[in-house]
């Protein structure tokens, strides 16, 4: 079983920068996939970007170059750094679990608002 609380939401205009955290208990962190999906009123969940344990990097085309994702395993903690937000990033953010091998999200955090506007 994997715990995930995420934090570091909030309200931030436009060309602004926020940086979301993810902190994982409950199971061995290394050995899962890390993620960022997130979900736009009226618009399907997606992903944003995900990492492995060893730091390789899957990120959207509608994000690449000013968000980055990172991983630390020694704290167990997965970040999302967000520059140049646009409103258009307005979302709900989910971190997310995914056991290397599996194709399904095992665990998903309860999400963290991101809002951007001026």
């Known amino acids: 079983q994997v715990q995930l609380v995420e934090s570091g939401g909030g309200l931030v205009q436009p060309g602004g920068s926020l940086r979301l955290s993810c902190a994982a208990s409950g199971s061995i962190f290394r050995l899962y996939v890390m993620g960022w999906y997130r979900q736009a009123p009226g618009k399907q969940r997606e992903l944003v970007a995900n990492?492995?344990?060893?730091?390789?990097?899957n990120t959207a085309d509608s994000v690449n170059g000013r968000f980055t994702i990172s991983r630390d395993n020694a704290k167990n903690t997965v970040y999302l750094q967000m520059n140049s937000l646009k409103p258009e990033d307005t979302a709900v953010y989910y971190c997310t679990a995914r056991r290397i091998g599996r194709g399904d999200i095992d665990y998903w955090g309860q999400g963290t608002q991101v809002t951007v506007s001026s």
């Open positions: 990492i492995g344990p060893g730091g390789s990097t």
